[in-house]
């Protein structure tokens, strides 16, 4: 009787634990996003104004600062959602990563994992398989934000 109640005890705390763990998603899950590679820094600080201000070419430079510099770099999906890009490809860093520092406010297609926790969705890139460059003039309208964002010569 008691190797029965200790067996239920063992099998309930494992369900426990995977329901509070989420096993079901520990693996994440597979999608194909389309999006703008943004900085989050600025895109979450509204540092420059607000969101209208860091999309698209008017940001672009700053983009590439701030992912050089260390900055989370995002994929600012076309429905809204941000996922934060913790790897490309095979790249053992998502700091400074010159595969994303190429691709900054490009709306790219990649193809990933995402592991959401505690409302944070988290993209593992497999490989971006289109890249439509820069698609947002933004600068048209609101010039290069921030204007010392571009080197002087
Ligand atoms: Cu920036």
Same mark, same amino acid.
């Given at each position: 009787?008691?190797?029965?109640?200790?067996?239920? =005890?063992?099998?309930?705390?494992?369900?426990?634990?995977? !329901? !509070?763990?989420?096993? !079901?998603? !520990?693996?994440?899950?597979?999608?194909?996003?389309?999006?703008?590679?943004? @900085?989050?820094?600025?895109?979450?600080?509204?540092?420059?104004?607000?969101? @209208?201000?860091?999309?698209?070419? =008017?940001?672009?430079?700053?983009?590439?600062?701030?992912?050089?510099?260390?900055?989370?770099?995002?994929?600012?999906?076309?429905?809204?959602?941000?996922?934060?890009?913790?790897?490309?490809?095979?790249?053992?860093?998502?700091? =400074?990563?010159?595969?994303?520092?190429?691709?900054?406010?490009?709306?790219? $297609?990649?193809?990933?994992?995402?592991?959401?926790? @505690?409302?944070?969705?988290?993209?593992?890139?497999?490989?971006?398989?289109?890249?439509?460059?820069?698609?947002?003039? $933004?600068?048209?309208?609101?010039?290069?934000?921030?204007?010392?964002?571009?080197?002087?010569?």
């Amino acid at each position: 009787m008691k190797l029965k109640q200790f067996t239920r =005890a063992i099998f309930c705390a494992a369900l426990i634990m995977s !329901a !509070a763990t989420g096993t !079901a998603s !520990a693996a994440g899950e597979r999608m194909q996003l389309k999006g703008e590679l943004i @900085d989050t820094w600025c895109y979450v600080s509204q540092i420059m104004g607000g969101s @209208d201000f860091i999309v698209g070419s =008017a940001h672009h430079a700053c983009a590439v600062w701030c992912a050089a510099g260390g900055i989370p770099v995002g994929l600012l999906a076309e429905d809204g959602t941000i996922y934060m890009v913790m790897r490309v490809g095979k790249d053992s860093t998502s700091v =400074a990563n010159p595969g994303v520092l190429g691709s900054m406010s490009h709306v790219v $297609t990649v193809n990933g994992t995402v592991h959401k926790r @505690d409302g944070i969705n988290y993209l593992f890139v497999d490989e971006i398989v289109a890249d439509a460059g820069i698609t947002k003039l $933004t600068h048209e309208t609101v010039g290069v934000i921030p204007p010392f964002a571009v080197p002087q010569q």
